[in-house]
């Protein structure tokens, strides 16, 4: 949005300005402009580089995903609600934590799992949580195998972020191992979550629309079969690698007719 976001949004300092943004968008668009080829992984992402440089032509390629067995589900114990990424504001946890708690069932888990990526914002978080047992706290992943045995045991994926998202790789990846998603409204998030399909949707920083999202699932757990069967699995890693290739060899050929004149 030409910058106004960031201005109005981005972590204070004395670099981002409107004279730093203005710079910026110029080096941008020069950048762009002088490329073989645009892609956008999303629509929302195309639409919103457009709105700043409309004559910038994008081809859109849907991020790939690693391929994920598909996990059984069994009657558990306990309905398993579950975060994965980093740990920054930007990313809602708060949010989700609030609608948890507000959840009077004792048969229920929050399981968050990422990068620290602010202190401040982690002792923020295990404040929220405070003596409820039935959240927990873990540290990173960093294999496909780890990754898999998580969303074994995760029911419901949250994405509870807040700030413009241009796609959600842990959306695709919690869709190839077939758990529902339930997201914020916002970004790209809408084009792979459909509201009461394959997961649902919640208004941005609305603890209490993501409550009665979560509710809806905690009364029902049935529903969860439901939304599991509509699940689309995402387009595998190696067919966005051989789209790219596609595009690196026609931008290969091109430079080479023009060089020939």
Same mark, same amino acid.
């Given at each position: 949005?030409?910058?106004? #976001? ?10 981002? =300005? ?6 910026? =968008? ?8 002088? &490329?073989? &080829? ?13 709105? #700043? ?26 309905? #398993? ?9 930007? *990313?809602?946890?708060? @949010?989700?934590?609030? &609608? ?14 990422? =990068? ?6 982690? /002792? ?27 969303? *074994? ?12 998202? #241009?796609? $959600? ?7 190839? +191992?077939? /758990?529902? /998603? ?5 970004? &790209? ?9 394959? $997961?649902?949707?919640?208004?941005? $920083? ?8 979560? @509710?809806?699932?905690? *009364?029902?757990? +049935? ?6 069967? =509509? ?21 290969? $050929?091109?430079?080479? *007719?023009? +060089?020939?004149?």
């Amino acid at each position: 949005e030409g910058g106004k #976001t960031c201005l109005r949004d981005c972590p204070k300092s004395g670099v981002v =300005n409107k004279e730093f943004l203005l710079k910026r =968008n110029k080096r941008a668009h020069r950048i762009l402009s002088q &490329a073989q &080829a645009v892609v956008s992984p999303s629509k929302f992402l195309k639409k919103m580089i457009h709105k #700043t440089y409309p004559d910038i032509s994008i081809r859109l390629i849907p991020l790939g995903s690693v391929s994920l067995p598909r996990q059984p589900h069994p009657r558990k114990k306990y309905l #398993t609600f579950g975060y994965l990424g980093g740990f920054h504001s930007i *990313k809602g946890i708060h @949010i989700l934590i609030q &609608a948890f708690r507000k959840i009077r069932n004792k048969n229920i888990r929050l399981e968050i799992h990422g =990068n620290l990526l602010s202190r401040e914002y982690l /002792v923020e978080l295990l404040g929220l949580a405070g003596e409820d047992r039935r959240i927990a706290f873990h540290g990173r992943y960093s294999s496909k195998e780890e990754l898999a045995e998580i969303l *074994k045991r995760i029911d419901v994926l949250c994405f509870p972020s807040i700030w413009y998202e #241009t796609y $959600g790789i842990v959306i695709e990846e919690a869709f190839s +191992a077939r /758990v529902p /998603v339930i997201a914020s409204r916002i970004g &790209a998030v809408p084009e792979r979550v459909q509201n009461g399909f394959n $997961g649902f949707v919640f208004r941005a $920083g609305d603890k209490d629309d993501l409550y009665a999202k979560m @509710i809806r699932i905690v *009364k029902d757990p +049935a529903l969860l079969n439901r939304l599991r069967r =509509n699940i689309s699995l995402p387009t595998p890693i190696e067919m966005e690698a051989s789209r790219y290739e596609e595009i690196y060899k026609s931008a290969i $050929g091109h430079s080479v *007719k023009y +060089a020939a004149v």
